[in-house]
């Protein structure tokens, strides 16, 4: 479990939320010259209490009232008008931010490097997103109250030294107070923020786990486990909002203690001055106003802190997933003029975790058009090599030749494109049946998914469907057979007819009809294209050109079976 005491780690949440802020540097910019403005606005009222006091004392009451009244009056409306400005400039912020972030997202996604997040559940990682929406609501409070706030603070500190020196003092002693509020406090505050924030999140990963394996826990006639292990996880996310609520309540005491403190001493300072003499009756009731404005502007600023933990937690949680590193991304595209894409494996080493090996000096040599069968047993490595092979893992020894150019040379996604790749662990996504199969692709027409689809001998599902292409698909294919599945995903790998086919056993789960029309279609139907299929299909690699045999990472066989497609 992540502790963030360690001080570098606390550094990183205010470097992002500065990189954050700076994007909108513009609009922060306008926000503070709109609250520079209100702030001199507001001064009016305590200036024009004073000035009508004064008038009433000297028995000067006219028209001058009238109009000073007006001008207050007028003075609260133009406040206003500012505030309403700044409330557009930062609902114009939160949408960038939601906007960006959902981009940022979706396109990073798709680019991550394979082995880097090997370790985390995606969809439960991507829960982090929610955060933009803890940011959006947080930056709000903090841009509208805390420039607001500070330039009340400032103004009126300036204000009240004017009236007399013994203010400045208090000027001075204010900020003081606020400094070493925030210096002990901050710390303390964002990590006990960050560790509710991740326990939060494991909460909801937890319960998230629980729904993807319903059936599992369904079945299991009352096992207690869902709710064991949630009343573990979710006494430890209260016991660090406990901790995270006793700064703020910490925070909030002080706040109290100090406005006690500055009452107390701001009326005996001002009825001493007003007795000796030294400010009149009016300046006595102005300042007053004005220290109550400064309390209440520091009272938001102690209060915002809640806010900069929430939003120093957003900023991090967000980078969280955008701090996840890349694929590493070649330029190249792979030639376009062959029909099918040679391979070469020379040496090749890789493992997960830098621990077990689990490749190891593989070397083979795939032509143009040929077809390979990869047979092995449980864990020997098939699928790995697989991956290897579509570029998903870019740090292994040795050497992976595509047409006789280093994979890591390549664009990924323009070698993708010429790649046919279908693994046990693909999914099917929520959209409709043809977005499925052409993943976005548009130059895929339905006649052409059609055709592939008869002859694998798959079209059945596809016309069983009632709305056909448009038919929508639930999220990971909840109301469909597995059968089903696989075959949408089939007609994916294959239907841009790519020079490269990369399959696990593609026909996995097909009825001995459709398993010999996919097994033709490979061998027969499209003799250019290089493909290269996982199975322990005997039938099947004796038809092929070539079988690697796999064991313990290694090819340990290769046999070249009399060619009977
Ligand atoms: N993401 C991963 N992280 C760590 N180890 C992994 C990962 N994926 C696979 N392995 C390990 O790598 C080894 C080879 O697995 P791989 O899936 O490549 O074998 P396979 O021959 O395809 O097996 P199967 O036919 O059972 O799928 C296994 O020991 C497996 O536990």
């Known amino acids: 479990m992540a502790n963030y005491q360690a001080g570098k ?30 702030g001199l606005l507001q001064l009016a009222v305590p200036l024009g209490v004073q000035a009508i006091i004064n008038f009433v004392l000297a028995g000067r009451i006219s028209t001058s009232i009238i109009v000073l009244i007006i001008l207050v009056v007028i003075s609260v409306f133009f406040t206003g008008l500012l505030q309403v400005n700044q409330m557009k400039i930062i609902e114009k912020i939160q949408q960038r931010i939601f ?32 955060d933009t929406v803890n940011l959006e609501k947080s930056l709000s409070r903090l841009l509208l109250d805390i420039p607001a706030a500070l330039i009340q603070v400032l103004f009126g500190l300036i204000l009240l030294s004017l ?26 505050g964002l990590s006990t923020s960050l560790d509710e924030s991740e326990y939060k999140y494991e909460v909801a990963g937890w319960l998230e786990e629980i729904a993807r394996v319903l059936k599992s826990f369904q079945f299991s006639r009352g096992s207690s486990l869902p709710m064991d292990k949630t009343d573990a996880l979710v006494t430890k996310y209260l016991h660090a909002r406990t901790s995270h609520f006793r700064i703020l309540l910490m925070q909030y005491w002080t706040l109290i203690g100090f406005k006690i403190l500055v009452t107390a001493g701001m009326l005996i300072v001002g009825a001493v001055l007003l007795v000796g003499n030294e400010i009149n009756v009016g300046q006595f009731a102005a300042a007053e106003i004005v220290i109550l404005l400064v309390l209440a502007s520091v009272e938001k600023l102690i209060r915002s802190l809640d806010k900069i933990y929430d939003i120093l937690t957003s900023v991090e949680k967000l980078g969280k997933v955008i701090d996840k590193p890349l694929e590493s991304e070649g330029t190249l595209r792979p030639d376009s003029s062959a029909n099918g894409l040679s391979v070469t494996v020379n040496d090749l080493h890789f493992s997960y975790n830098d621990q077990t090996s689990i490749l190891q000096q593989l070397s083979f040599n795939v032509k ?52 046919g790749i279908l693994f046990h662990q693909q999914d099917i996504f929520q959209g409709t049946l043809y977005e499925n199969i052409s993943l976005g692709d548009t130059s895929v027409t339905t006649s052409q998914i059609t055709t592939l689809a008869t002859q694998l001998g798959v079209s059945d599902f596809i016309s069983s469907l009632k709305n056909g292409f ?96």
């Not at 020997?380 to 890591?408: C, E, M, Q, R, V």
């Not at 294959?494 to 001995?512: C, R």
């Not at 493909?531 to 690697?548: E, G, M, T």
Request: aromatic fraction near 12%.
């Open 9 to 38: 780690d606390l550094k990183r949440p205010l470097q992002r939320l500065l990189q954050v802020l700076n994007l909108e540097r513009k609009e922060i910019g306008a926000i503070y010259f709109y609250a520079i403005l209100a």
């Open 368 to 419: 143009q058009g040929e077809k390979i069968c990869i047979k092995g047993g449980d864990g020997s490595g098939k699928s790995t090599l697989l991956k290897l092979l579509t570029g998903a893992y870019a740090d292994f020894g040795g050497s992976i030749l595509i047409n006789d150019i280093p994979i890591g040379n390549y664009n990924p996604a323009l070698l993708r494109a010429e790649t």
């Open 470 to 565: 448009d038919t929508q698909i639930d999220a990971a294919g909840k109301r469909l057979s597995s059968a089903v599945i696989r075959k949408v995903l089939l007609l994916r790998a294959l239907v841009s007819h790519p020079k490269l086919l990369l399959l696990e056993e593609p026909w996995f789960g097909f009825d001995a009809d459709c398993r010999e029309k996919v097994q033709q279609y490979l061998l027969q139907k499209i003799p250019g294209t290089t493909v290269i299929v996982i199975s322990n299909d005997d039938v099947y690699a004796r038809r092929c050109n070539r079988v690697l045999y796999m064991q313990d990472g290694r090819i340990v066989k290769e046999e070249q079976p009399t060619v009977n497609r």
């Open 99 to 130: 906007t960006r972030y959902s981009f940022e997202f979706a396109w990073r996604i798709p680019r991550l490097d394979l082995k880097k997040i090997d370790q985390y559940y995606l969809p439960e990682f991507v829960n982090r997103f929610f």
């Open 163 to 188: 009236y007399a020196n013994v203010f400045i003092i208090f000027s001075l002693l204010v900020i003081l107070i606020l400094f070493v509020i925030i210096r002990v406090t901050y710390a303390r």
